[in-house]
């Protein structure tokens, strides 16, 4: 049940929707094609990425008074779960929001995964496409230079490079800006902190790992979603602090 709707109402109409456009725009390579179709996803997803990253800043903004509540309440849990959930009601911040707009998008993210691992292309899998949608004649060589059908070292370091400078900028604006080192042992901050640090040079490897080991069109649909993330970052978190009292 779950397979049918999956396919019938995200992979399928994905699938049809990156075939259309390369039979609509017959002077597109297949690479082209890859890129403004991520790209028109990505615009159709923003409002809910959206949330996400003001969900983020609001989160920042609370961090003083989050301490404070901390350090004041050590031996009570309870009140401080209390408190807590009393500053977000209050700020009307929603902290579980930005998992919920993520819990939405994993399928389509996974559909469009599916997509440029299972493509197949060239070649057409003719059994998947709606009635209005024809075959078009399919050329991989992305701007005429890479063929990105099979595996391209150069591609995945892009992609994996990408990652990392989306990745760079993002953890970067989540860090606390008062956060320093302290003596003794990690403390469960401590220890999220190094793993976010972390985080900004090991997936990146995996992102290589994975886009060489597959097709460099994985590696393209990655390089634009990691660059579209980044840019969708800058301007939104540029746009609240433009517009919000000092």
Known sequence: ??????????????????????????????????????????????????????????????????NHIKNTMKDDRQGHALKVMALYKEKKVSPFSSFFVLLLQLPIIYALYSIFIHSGLPVVNASLLYGFVDIPNVNMNFLGIIDIGPRSIIMAFVAAVAQYFQLHYSLASMTPAN?????????????AQN?????????????????????????????????????QEIVVRRHIKKHQPL
């Open 195 to 231: 793993m976010t640090r972390n985080m900004k040079y090991i997936f990146p490897i995996i992102v290589f790992l994975i886009s060489y080991n597959i097709s460099a069109v994985v590696a393209l649909y990655w390089t634009v979603s990691s660059l579209f993330t980044l840019g």
């Open 1 to 66: 049940m779950f397979s049918f709707l999956y396919n019938t109402f995200i992979f399928n109409p994905l699938y049809n929707g990156l075939i259309f456009l390369m039979d609509i725009l017959p002077w597109i390579d297949a690479g082209v094609a890859v890129v403004f179709f991520t790209i028109i996803i990505r615009l159709i997803l923003f409002p809910l990425s959206k949330k996400a990253i003001v969900t983020q800043v609001r989160m920042k903004e609370l961090e003083p008074e989050l």
């Open 179 to 191: 956060s320093t080192p302290r003596n003794g042992p990690l403390s469960q901050m401590d220890m």
